[in-house]
Nanobody, 122 residues
Framework: QVQLVESGGGLVQAGGSLRLSCVASGTIFGISAMGWLRQAPGQQRELVAFITSSGSTNYADSVKGRFTISRDNAKNTVNLQMNSLKPEDTAVYYC????????????????WGQGTQVTVSS
């Protein structure tokens, strides 16, 4: 069994910062891409940022220059540093990771965290 547990959400004023963390635990033989997605009320879930196992990153245009994704492969952790937050960043943020639960040639499957609320007040 694999679990992704997020932490670090909360309420912050516009212009402030928050740092989200997500740790994967359980039977893990490898993790490829890890990322963060968010879903605002009445909106579809959208990709915020992802990072490959080698450290390549990709960001949504709306967060470029404000958010930074990083990972610690030894700790199976992915972080999202969010600066200069805006009210439109308000959403539930979900961690996602592609995890292999058995040795090669087992495939990678996607797993989700439970979500953490980020609220930015104006």
């Amino acid at each position: 069994q694999v679990q992704l547990v997020e932490s670090g959400g909360g309420l912050v004023q516009a212009g402030g910062s928050l740092r989200l963390s997500c740790v994967a635990s359980g039977t893990i033989f490898g993790i490829s891409a890890m990322g963060w997605l968010r879903q605002a009320p009445g909106q579809q879930r959208e990709l915020v940022a992802f990072i490959t196992s080698s450290g390549s990153t990709n960001y949504a245009d709306s967060v470029k220059g404000r958010f930074t994704i990083s990972r610690d492969n030894a700790k199976n952790t992915v972080n999202l540093q969010m600066n200069s937050l805006k009210p439109e960043d308000t959403a539930v943020y979900y961690c996602n990771a592609d995890i292999r639960r058995a040795p090669w040639p087992a495939k990678f499957n996607g797993y989700w965290g439970q979500g953490t609320q980020v609220t930015v007040s104006s």
